[in-house]
């Protein structure tokens, strides 16, 4: 394992399932992530474990001990629209991780935005989610192979890592899902020092 010292920021970007709008509290719970989410991302060989690969595919442990969630617990985790700030939906006050998928518990604000949120979901309009986190730390769980050519190393197969110590920065409503595992409607890092990544 080796602790990243990057502050790069990363998102996923996830579609839609079992949501419960409690329209009378404005609370809406939902399911955000999936261990079974694998992204392709990149990152500094001297920030991460031996046997990783420059390029490398990523997956989230989703047990309760790898997640940071101060910010849920100071209730400073905010339900953001497109990952914008400025743009509250409203606040994260819980996070439960089971070992396989996280499930928040979102307070809706009160303002224009959220209402409209509100009226999407209940249309069937709302889209997807998404969330924003960085990782502190990694493990390999298979390195990374190569293959010599003309006397360079060749990748031919990226390392898969997973991530062991995740910050959670914020869960937005996303408008381009992409992992059908997760969602609803269906059964204080400096950001002018980081890169985002989607995937």
């Known amino acids: 394992m080796a602790t990243t010292k990057n502050r790069t920021v ?3 970007f996830l579609s839609s399932s079992d949501l419960n709008l409690n329209t009378e509290q404005r609370t809406v719970g939902f399911s955000f992530s999936s261990r079974s989410n ?3 991302r990149y990152g500094y060989l001297n920030e991460l474990p031996d046997g990783s690969s420059v390029v490398f595919d990523e997956y989230l442990s989703h047990d309760t001990s790898a997640w940071d969630l101060t910010r849920v617990s100071n209730n400073t985790c905010p339900f953001l629209r497109n990952h914008v700030r400025g743009q509250k939906l409203g606040i994260v006050k819980d996070v439960v991780l089971d070992g396989v998928k996280g499930v928040a518990l979102v307070k809706l604000s009160k303002n224009d935005l959220a209402q409209q949120f509100i009226s999407d979901i209940e249309d069937g309009t709302s889209g997807g989610i998404s969330f924003g986190y960085y990782v502190e730390e990694y493990k390999v769980i298979s390195p990374a192979e190569y293959s010599e050519i003309n006397g360079y190393k060749e990748l031919t197969k ?6 062991t110590k995740i910050v959670l920065l914020e869960i937005s409503s996303e408008d381009i899902p992409a992992d059908p595992t997760v969602g609803y409607n269906k059964s204080a890092v400096n950001l002018t020092d980081v890169v985002i990544q989607g995937n």
């Open 10 to 12: 990363f998102t996923k």
């Open 38 to 40: 694998i992204c392709e």
């Open 158 to 163: 990226k390392a898969l890592l997973e991530a």
